[in-house]
C-alpha cells in the first residue's frame, strides 16, 4: 500500500527487509512481546515499511484500532522503539538490526477522502443529465 507518493524507487533488497521486518513487526504487536506500558499492542497494525538504502533505517507506518488516539499511539511507540527493536532482535537474523521510527499512515483517510469526491462527481454527473 503507498502511503506517499513519490519517484523514489526502492531496491528489491528494501523491498524485501522492509516487509521481514513489517510482518514481524506485526507478529510482536499481535503477540505483545515488546511489552510496551500504557498500549495495547494487539490493537496495532503496520501497513507497510519502508527501508533506508543503507538498511539502517525502518520507517514503519502504523495504525490503531479505528483509527483512534493516532498521534499518541505513534508518540508512545517512538517513546518505546527500544522495546521493539529489542524484541524484533530476538526475531530477525540480519548484519544490522534497524533503527525503528514509527510514522502514522494517513493512506485510509486520504483512500476515503477520494473517494467521497468521486461520488460526489459521480451525483453531479447524474444530476447534470437528469436536467439537460
Known amino acids: 500500500m503507498g502511503n506517499q507518493t513519490s519517484s523514489r ?3 528489491q533488497r528494501q523491498l524485501r527487509v522492509g516487509e521481514l521486518v513489517k510482518q514481524n513487526l506485526g507478529e510482536l504487536f499481535i503477540r505483545n512481546e515488546a511489552k510496551i506500558p500504557s498500549i495495547n499492542s494487539k490493537l496495532i497494525t503496520v ?3 519502508r527501508m533506508t538504502p543503507d538498511l539502517k533505517t525502518a520507517r514503519a507506518y502504523v495504525i490503531p484500532l479505528g483509527g483512534v488516539d493516532m498521534k ?14 529489542r ?9 544490522f538490526l534497524p533503527k525503528l521510527t514509527f510514522v502514522e499512515d ?6 476515503e477522502k477520494i473517494e467521497r469526491i468521486i461520488k460526489k462527481i459521480k451525483i453531479n454527473d447524474t444530476e447534470k443529465k437528469r436536467y439537460n
Open 87 to 95: 524484541a524484533l532482535s530476538k526475531r530477525l537474523d540480519i548484519k
Open 106 to 111: 494517513n493512506s485510509f483517510e486520504y483512500a
Open 47 to 49: 501497513t507497510e515499511v
Open 72 to 85: 499518541e499511539t505513534v508518540r508512545i511507540l517512538t517513546e518505546y522503539s527500544h522495546l521493539v527493536r
Open 9 to 11: 524507487t526502492y531496491s
